[in-house]
């Protein structure tokens, strides 16, 4: 007669617990992730930087002054302010005659950041592959 009371033991893992953990892990992530993103008010023009390698062209630079003047470093007017037609139109020809050029923007850390991505933006819209922004070496 067999003994009615003797099973065989289970070798199962019950992983509804590390289910629950998992979800709830989840939802702290997906909870905190955004609060994450938040910019915080910095100053990015001191900023630790590397040097660029030295090219064979010479970058062209564009300035903005605080008070949202524009500069661009050709020609024999170096220091007189220009329009933003004017500095965009230059990149334009210098970019249709050599592609390669780099294109850097030397911005006042106290100018908005929206006027140094719409210059950026207009500078692409040129034909600028891509355009560096030039930083203060920091601690």
């Known amino acids: 007669m067999a003994k009615a009371g003797k099973r065989k033991p289970l070798a199962e893992i019950n992983v509804v617990p590390y289910i629950d953990v998992m979800l709830v892990l989840l939802v702290i992530f997906m909870v905190t ?18 040097p660029l390698d030295k090219k064979d062209q010479e970058p062209l630079i564009v300035s903005i002054k605080q008070d949202g003047t524009l500069y661009l470093n050709t020609g024999k007017d170096q220091e007189k302010a220009k329009p933003k037609t004017q500095i965009i139109s230059t990149v334009e020809k210098v970019l249709r005659n050599k592609p390669n050029t780099p294109i850097l923007v030397w911005g006042d850390h106290k100018v ?8 950026m933006t207009d500078l692409q819209g040129a034909g600028a592959p891509s355009v560096g922004l030039v930083t203060e070496p920091g601690p």
């Open 33 to 50: 992730a955004p609060l994450l993103m938040q910019g915080v008010k910095v100053d990015l023009p001191n900023a630790p930087s590397a």
């Open 112 to 119: 908005e950041y929206g006027v140094i991505v719409a210059l």
